[in-house]
């Protein structure tokens, strides 16, 4: 049995804060969605090691169905705490829309990563629930959406923002949206790569232009070059896992540690089922999970 | 559909670092469980909004069938990388021990916040797999482990450490594990609440010594007490919320926001099923899920 030293520490009574604020704010002009250069990552130019935490709101919520996470997000240090939804389902909708009202936040985008064959996209319900947010998926997913994304855009949530880039090989319209490499950013920094990056895994690339070189040659240049400190945030995850990181993945990530003729062995023998909710899920997630309301 | 404006923003390359590792060490001599008082929260002294990141590395792991969260918590500043795992489940001990070593990460303590009703603990296989790793209990639980810990206890992992708070009424033995109250520990403080606070919800008392008064003054005094930015990391959650904050429990929290009286008829009228697994956990869970294998 371990023995014990005993040590008194001072009480102490809980601040005004209601919700996580963590640093002074880094007030920039707000920005709108901009388009810059995802396609050079080769410069010299390191990114401290020195944090700049920013005032972030972060969650990430399940639906275990799918097994799929929607990733909240919101400067709360902006007067209107502007927020986005990334991957929201449309089962948890209420479930999400009701924390967002609770946090008191005003819901911008419901963004996705790609055109999901696993389960219907929440983004077209959030827009009928939630007047004046916005859907958001790329251009070269094919979809209907209020925005469409092309690589190197940002996308702005008070002084806080997203970059998109282009990440196919799971579809052909796949992206990967990463916090900023700005100092007033969010360190480190944070990237919801949907399917393309997995926890120690990927998506599939047999069906919806789907590619295995593409998908190889997507993460070790988009995803593999950033920091390695880097979190990465997968739209799914089948083994309990909630986070990863760039550099754990370089090295542990049982398929993209692979050649790339290996690595197209590997998707080419996967030998998986055809998803069950493809045939509903795709048509209705071209359009956003469902008509838009407004035609 | 929205416009853009096009902006280039400066290419980098990756830093070194393997993993997340957000600000420079502040580097303390490293402390044994030792003993401090938390009985007494009421004095003026205020928890400081300015944060002091630390170099914890922090995952949050789920074991989908009793929905159960285990929590990885390791000092990545300090040479030993010293962890540890709180509520790990039977089940999952493999893929938990697995990341553990992954991370290059010692494993220090492998602790329980209480008795489970609803899973066999991991405590106890960690251990036969994991040599020198130590079980971590509530010596209110009645239960064996090697460390039986007592509210006011530090649970030091190299500069980190968990202060130990009794929160009896789920079970007679419930504790809270909390991040500490000093600059070089994590801010916003975290709490590891268990079955007391669960987000938007509390854990039933109608068996294991439990009292649904003795649970509203629990977690009045002792974590609703705490920073209201202080993060909530329950041992479950059903919904698919990952992590609540003291500030929102204290306005959403459907039943602990009512008065005393409303609290325990609101307990008393659950109508809740006898627990599936109660009768093999709760007596496996006294013994850390397995006799002790070297005895």
């Known amino acids: 049995m371990q023995s014990f030293r005993f040590l008194r520490i001072p009480s102490f009574s809980p601040p005004n804060a209601l919700f996580f604020v963590s640093?002074?704010?880094?007030?920039?002009?707000?920005?709108?969605?901009s388009r810059i250069s995802t396609k050079n990552f080769s410069s010299q130019m390191e990114s401290s090691l020195s944090s700049s935490s920013s005032k972030l709101l972060f969650r990430q919520l399940f639906e275990k169905e799918s097994s799929t996470y929607t990733y909240l997000l919101a400067d709360v240090s902006h007067p209107d705490k502007p927020a986005l939804l990334i991957d929201p389902v449309?089962?948890?909708?209420?479930r999400d829309l009701n924390l967002v009202r609770e946090l008191g936040l005003?819901?911008?985008?419901?963004?996705?990563?790609?055109?999901?064959?696993?389960?219907?996209?929440?983004?077209?319900?959030?827009k009928s629930k939630f007047p004046g947010a916005k859907s958001v998926i790329s251009r070269a997913s094919g979809?209907?959406?209020?925005?469409?994304?092309e690589p190197g855009d940002r996308i702005p949530f008070g002084d806080l923002f997203l970059e998109v880039r282009a990440t196919p090989g799971?579809?052909?319209?796949?992206?990967?949206?990463?916090?900023?490499?700005?100092p007033d950013q969010p360190h480190p920094r944070m990237a919801f790569t949907g399917d393309a990056l997995l926890i120690r895994g990927c998506g599939r690339t047999d069906f919806q232009g789907g590619s295995s070189k593409q998908l190889y040659e997507s993460v070790h240049s988009q995803i593999f070059t950033l920091p390695k400190d880097t979190l990465i945030?997968?739209?799914?995850?089948?083994?309990?896992?909630?986070?990863?990181?760039?550099?754990?993945?370089?090295?542990y990530n049982p398929r993209l540690t692979k050649n790339l003729e290996e690595f197209k062995k590997i998707m080419e023998n996967l030998n998986?089922?055809?998803p069950k909710m493809m045939d509903i899920a795709v048509p209705a997630n071209l359009v956003c999970g469902l008509q838009d309301p407004t035609s």
């Open 272 to 274: 998986l089922p055809y």
């Open 233 to 251: 945030y997968p739209a799914h995850d089948y083994k309990g896992f909630n986070v990863s990181t760039v550099g754990e993945e370089i090295v």
């Open 23 to 33: 640093q002074p704010p880094h007030l920039l002009p707000v920005k709108s969605i």
């Open 170 to 182: 799971h579809t052909s319209g796949c992206v990967t949206y990463v916090t900023g490499d700005e």
């Open 90 to 94: 449309d089962k948890t909708v209420d």
């Open 143 to 149: 979809s209907k959406a209020d925005v469409l994304i």
């Open 106 to 126: 005003k819901l911008v985008y419901a963004m996705n990563t790609h055109v999901h064959a696993d389960h219907v996209t929440g983004t077209g319900l959030i």
